[in-house]
């Protein structure tokens, strides 16, 4: 019979097809150990603005609760990126906005609520607040949540490789009408400032050149590459662009930053294709896949990771561990402390072996 009674579970950032069955995996094994189980609605908004929640910010769950969910995308609790407890956008005396630092308040409600533990599913931001919660004396683990697979000590977040599937189908659709027109698509995908999802389906969609924010591009070497292909036989082309991309010396093309969020990517593929176009001599178009890469039911790998992480994670707290993130280690999963895996973040090394592979293939990668 578990120590502990009362666990809650959160999801913050950007939804990640996996979140569900993280969630029912949480609840099913710890009402399994006797837990009590509550989700907290929209991140941590449930807790820290429960005026919003005529019908309570925490929602008991039960096993009907989470019956038929694994396959579905997006998170029955709701997420946020705008609700930062430790940079929560508030209002000024004086009418304007500013950044509040909430997690003691935070803390605070867990403990009124009788919640001794905390289940957090996140990327970088969320669990790096996990981290601060678990240093302010809360029992806390992490599960690894990101499309863009850039956490670091895990081999792998859970919603990357839906996201990666779905981004490699959709370039295996583009061939066809790239070769029917001759045209370049150009294909913006995202991944922040890692290049993850861009290269695994640039290779695995046959793209022609790949640009991530690891690798600054000279956009006269990737026209110089996409002129070569007539040469073999090819008469239109591919290209994959991170959101993150930038030129050498240039930077990331940010479109915006709001108080208590991080800054916001987009363009980066209009901007290749618009200077493609004249060196390359083709009607350049660009195809934006942002958010559909969030979408849709989670792959059998990310299920079966997001069911491991969250028994895992339930386990954790059975052995009375905090302040850790479930990981991924294949064959196994393993626990590493919250503030290792959030120091840093995961980019692709330049020297990787599908770097290595690109290149060999004769995949352009800006440089
Ligand atoms: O962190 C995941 C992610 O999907 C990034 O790839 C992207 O830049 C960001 O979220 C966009 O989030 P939103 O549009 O929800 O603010």
């Not at 989470?66 to 709701?78: A, C, E, Q, Y």
């Not at 996140?122 to 863009?148: F, H, M, Q, Y």
């Not at 007539?230 to 940010?254: D, F, H, Q, T, W």
Request: proline letters at 5%; a positive charge; glycine letters at 12%.
């Amino acid at each position: 019979m578990a120590q502990l009674k009362k666990i809650a579970i959160n999801t913050g950032g950007g939804d990640a097809p996996g979140l569900n069955a993280v969630i029912r995996a949480i609840v099913v094994s710890a009402l399994n150990k006797g837990y009590e189980v509550f989700g907290i609605r929209d991140g941590y908004n449930g807790l820290l603005k429960p005026e919003d929640y005529p019908e309570g910010g925490l929602i008991p769950m039960t096993r009907r609760t989470v019956r038929g969910i694994t396959h579905l995308g997006g998170t029955i609790l709701g997420t946020t990126n705008k609700g930062n407890p430790a940079k929560y956008p508030t209002m000024g005396p004086d009418g304007k906005m500013y950044e509040k630092d909430r997690t003691d308040e935070l803390v605070e409600a867990f403990r009124k609520n009788g919640i001794e533990a905390l289940v957090a599913l996140g990327g970088d931001g969320s669990l790096g607040i996990a981290n601060t919660l678990a240093e302010k004396g809360l029992r806390v683990v992490g599960v690894p949540k990101t499309i863009d697979n850039d956490l670091d000590k895990t081999v792998a977040t859970f919603g990357f490789d839906t996201a990666v599937s779905f981004a490699t189908e959709c370039l295996d659709r583009l061939h066809s009408t790239a070769e029917s027109h001759c045209r370049v698509m150009v294909v913006e995908v995202m991944g922040r400032y890692a290049g993850w999802i861009a290269l695994n389906s640039g290779v695995s969609g046959n793209a022609d050149a790949i640009l991530l924010p690891e690798i600054p591009y000279d956009i006269n070497k990737v026209a110089a590459a996409l002129k070569e292909r007539p040469k073999r036989g090819k008469n239109y082309c591919i290209v994959v662009v991170a959101e993150g991309a930038k030129p050498v010396g240039g930077s990331a093309s940010v479109i915006g930053k709001e108080i208590g969020r991080a800054e916001k990517l987009g363009g980066a593929g209009d901007r290749v294709a618009k200077e493609l176009e004249p060196l390359v001599g083709k009607e350049c178009r660009t195809v934006v896949l942002g958010h559909l890469l969030r979408g849709g039911s989670p792959t059998t790998f990310d299920r079966l990771i997001s069911l491991r992480f969250g028994a895992a994670a339930v386990r954790a707290l059975e052995e009375g561990r905090s302040g850790v993130m479930v990981a991924l280690d294949p064959p196994t999963v393993r626990y590493v402390p919250l503030a290792e895996a959030t120091s840093r973040m995961k980019t692709v090394p330049p020297d990787c072996d599908t770097i290595k592979t690109a290149r060999d293939l004769g995949i352009c990668l800006g440089d």
